[in-house]
């Protein structure tokens, strides 16, 4: 049995034509190249951070995983806990283990935050042929959650990020990790817009998630938030591939010297 959890290769992929919201003149042949024969391979039990310059494919890597735009996957496979992961869609993904959360999380008006996270807990639980719990029983999940990201209940009855603060999406999202205890998570910068504070809090979060049963994907620009969360794997997407891999060292090597030569380095 293998040792990853996640195996990629030779993923490619691109936006079509009709797709596109740039201007695309007739001699560019219509298609926005995304990714260039990725490969990558994620430990299981481990917290693995992707790093890269914006329009790199990050968060597009992440979106094909979890199964939206799978229409621009152009070839390569994946395999998730081996299996074919783009064969499945993506509830079936979600059911299995797999969870984004969003760099841009959606307001979801009239949808009562408690009623959402029960009911996204509940599918998954009644997927797996275990009982579904009650709103008392679920409540003290919850809380238990709440408490180590420094939320209060007021934003279970709250509509879903209607109204929220950047930071509060952000920790919305953590939060729904948290209940739903996946086995693949990935957290597209969900560094971005938290000020210090809530950076720290989401970062015992995600600490708080770390098992040998869990793999945890960090998305982000920067090494600021694996201050709080020390990632065991570091990876450079630069043009649409992973162009190097490392430990810590390579992100505090960004922080000083940039993008500039990975940039150079996909070019090739």
């Known amino acids: 049995m293998s040792n990853y959890i996640l195996e990629i290769k030779n993923l490619t992929a691109e936006i079509p034509p009709e797709k596109r919201v740039d201007t695309v003149k007739p001699d560019q042949g219509g298609g926005k190249k995304i990714l260039r024969g990725l490969d990558l391979k994620l430990a299981a039990g481990k917290v693995h951070a992707i790093m890269g310059p914006n329009g790199s494919g990050k968060s ?7 199964g939206r735009n799978n229409d621009e996957i152009t070839g390569g496979s994946v395999l998730y ?19 984004l959360a969003f760099q841009y999380p959606v307001e979801i008006p009239g949808v009562n935050s408690m009623v959402f996270l029960r009911a996204a807990f509940n599918a998954g639980r009644k997927a797996r042929g275990e009982p579904i719990l009650d ?3 679920f409540l003290k999940i919850v809380r238990a959650q709440l408490k180590i990201l420094g939320m209060g209940e007021e934003m279970l009855s709250r509509a879903v990020n209607v109204g929220f603060s950047g930071g509060e999406k952000k920790r919305h999202e953590i939060l729904q990790m948290m209940v739903l205890q996946p086995k693949l998570a990935i957290l597209d910068e969900i560094d971005s817009g938290l000020d ?22 960090l ?20 043009g649409g591939r992973i162009v190097e891999s490392g430990d810590r060292s390579l992100a505090l090597a960004l922080e000083q010297h940039g993008y500039a030569k990975y940039i150079e380095a996909a070019k090739v």
Do not use: C, K, W
């Open 60 to 66: 597009s890597l992440a979106y094909y995983l979890a």
């Open 81 to 99: 806990d081996g299996q074919d992961l783009l064969a499945m869609e993506p509830d079936a993904r979600a059911q299995m283990g797999i969870f």
């Open 135 to 137: 709103a008392g029983q």
């Open 196 to 217: 210090i504070d809530a950076l720290r809090q989401v970062g015992a979060a995600v600490n708080a998630m770390r098992s040998a049963g869990r793999t945890l994907v």
């Open 219 to 238: 998305i982000t620009h920067y090494q600021r938030l694996l201050s709080f969360v020390e990632p065991d794997h570091v990876h450079i997407l630069a």
